[in-house]
């Protein structure tokens, strides 16, 4: 039975089990709670298996020219009406048309502004919901229309909520906000050995981070070699793009190794791996740079059950509120310091571990739904 919502994937991102992101995951876990009329999902298919026993969409996944010439036509047409990619325009086109056969009496939209605007234009008896997982920044048209239409709008956290209001000029509170579900099950327990092993799941990109985890690690490597590192995550789907971010990540690494610290990159994995992985470890560090609305990663660390730490940026301090430790960003000594006091104190990682997974217990993908659909 059709429950008459609609979800709308990004216009970047793809839908399926192995090469998908942050965005798809969120859809698939409010899809898998929705029990009994769960909502058809529209997206782009993209490399990987696709994902199966839900009501799905797929619209084609287009390719405009590339390089120099790309760019030319992205910023003329961008001029002209306003979309950010012609891709994002051509998505839109596609997934009207895949509205039109279905009873969409709500539709949500991940991340695309411009989408959202397109579609209420299109189905203006249709309510459409847009869920903010980022600040997604559209153009000056499409923000005046976005703050003159009628569209609902949620955000991943407070932090998330009020910057949408003011990017956006829309009334102050008027954003809802519901924090995303936690969704790995059982706590695991702590592994035993004689190393500690810290762990970081996420890109090697520089807004996440990894640097600043292995600059801390090597001013611990000064004093002490009673821990080891583990990393999860590359550039772009399980190969390195190569570039100087990951030359530095790699430099990082053999410099840990020369001083005697053991560690191990296991690259991509796909997210049925991620708890295995994530449970190897003691202290989950989520050393992010910008701004996260919502760190899935930290929720996971949470779930897990593990001590967790976490830059204090964005929505980050209202997900892990006590049940972690904050840090400065850019402040890799204030890292190391948080870390050794915890390498200091197997009992403070195992308080937090406890208090972890208390808070992730509060979390609930069920809320994350209603929310979307309107309820309290």
Same mark, same amino acid.
């Given at each position: 039975?059709?429950?008459?919502?609609?979800?709308?994937?990004?216009?970047?991102?793809?839908?399926?089990?192995?090469?998908?992101?942050?965005?798809?995951?969120?859809?698939?876990?409010?899809?898998?709670?929705?029990?009994?009329?769960?909502?058809?999902?529209?997206?782009?298919?993209?490399?990987?298996?696709?994902?199966?026993?839900?009501?799905?969409?797929?619209?084609?996944?287009?390719?405009?020219?590339?390089?120099?010439?790309?760019?030319?036509?992205?910023?003329?047409?961008?001029?002209?009406?306003?979309?950010?990619?012609?891709?994002?325009?051509?998505?839109?086109?596609?997934?009207?048309?895949?509205?039109?056969?279905?009873?969409?009496?709500?539709?949500?939209?991940?991340?695309?502004?411009?989408?959202?605007?397109?579609?209420?234009?299109?189905?203006?008896?249709?309510?459409?919901?847009?869920?903010?997982?980022?600040?997604?920044?559209?153009?000056?048209?499409?923000?005046?229309?976005?703050?003159?239409?009628?569209?609902?709008?949620?955000?991943?956290?407070?932090?998330?909520?009020?910057?949408?209001?003011?990017?956006?000029?829309?009334?102050?509170?008027?954003?809802?906000?519901?924090?995303?579900?936690?969704?790995?099950?059982?706590?695991?327990?702590?592994?035993?050995?004689?190393?500690?092993?810290?762990?970081?799941?996420?890109?090697?990109?520089?807004?996440?981070?990894?640097?600043?985890?292995?600059?801390?690690?090597?001013? @611990? +490597?000064?004093?002490? &070699?009673?821990?080891?590192?583990? #990393?999860?995550?590359?550039?772009? /789907?399980?190969?390195?793009? *190569? =570039?100087?971010?990951?030359?530095?990540?790699?430099?990082?690494?053999?410099?840990?190794?020369?001083?005697?610290?053991?560690?191990?990159?296991?690259?991509?994995?796909?997210?049925?791996?991620?708890?295995?992985?994530?449970?190897?470890?003691?202290?989950?560090?989520?050393?992010?740079?910008?701004?996260?609305?919502?760190?899935?990663?930290?929720?996971?660390?949470?779930?897990?059950?593990?001590?967790?730490?976490?830059?204090?940026?964005?929505?980050?301090?209202?997900?892990?509120?006590?049940?972690?430790?904050?840090?400065?960003?850019?402040?890799?000594?204030?890292?190391?310091?948080?870390?050794?006091?915890?390498?200091?104190?197997?009992?403070?990682?195992?308080? @937090? +571990?406890?208090?972890? &997974?208390?808070?992730?217990?509060? #979390?609930?993908?069920?809320?994350? /739904?209603?929310?979307?659909? *309107? =309820?309290?």
């Amino acid at each position: 039975m059709s429950s008459g919502t609609v979800i709308v994937n990004n216009s970047r991102e793809t839908y399926t089990t192995s090469h998908s992101g942050a965005i798809a995951t969120c859809i698939l876990e409010v899809v898998r709670v929705a029990g009994e009329g769960a909502p058809t999902v529209i997206s782009r298919k993209g490399p990987g298996s696709p994902i199966t026993g839900y009501p799905l969409v797929y619209v084609p996944s287009k390719s405009g020219p590339h390089g120099r010439i790309r760019e030319q036509i992205r910023r003329a047409r961008r001029r002209v009406d306003g979309w950010a990619r012609p891709d994002q325009r051509e998505y839109a086109h596609d997934v009207r048309a895949a509205l039109r056969a279905l009873d969409a009496r709500q539709i949500i939209v991940n991340n695309d502004p411009e989408v959202a605007v397109a579609l209420a234009h299109a189905f203006p008896s249709a309510h459409v919901v847009h869920w903010f997982h980022n600040l997604e920044l559209a153009g000056d048209r499409f923000r005046r229309r976005f703050a003159a239409s009628n569209i609902r709008s949620v955000a991943v956290s407070r932090y998330l909520a009020r910057a949408v209001e003011a990017a956006y000029g829309l009334t102050p509170l008027s954003v809802s906000h519901v924090l995303n579900g936690a969704s790995f099950g059982e706590a695991v327990p702590l592994p035993t050995g004689d190393l500690t092993t810290i762990g970081f799941v996420g890109r090697v990109a520089v807004e996440k981070g990894v640097d600043v985890l292995l600059a801390a690690c090597l001013e @611990l +490597a000064e004093s002490r &070699r009673d821990f080891r590192v583990q #990393l999860v995550g590359d550039t772009n /789907w399980g190969r390195s793009d *190569g =570039g100087p971010y990951s030359r530095l990540i790699d430099a990082q690494t053999e410099e840990l190794k020369h001083a005697g610290i053991e560690v191990v990159r296991l690259g991509h994995l796909p997210r049925k791996s991620v708890p295995g992985a994530i449970a190897a470890t003691d202290i989950h560090v989520v050393p992010s740079r910008w701004d996260e609305p919502f760190g899935l990663t930290t929720l996971e660390g949470l779930a897990l059950g593990r001590a967790v730490v976490v830059s204090a940026t964005g929505g980050s301090p209202e997900l892990v509120m006590d049940a972690g430790v904050l840090f400065p960003r850019e402040d890799p000594s204030a890292l190391a310091r948080v870390l050794s006091a915890l390498l200091d104190d197997p009992q403070r990682r195992a308080d @937090l +571990a406890s208090r972890a &997974r208390e808070r992730a217990n509060e #979390l609930s993908w069920q809320q994350t /739904w209603e929310t979307l659909r *309107g =309820g309290p």
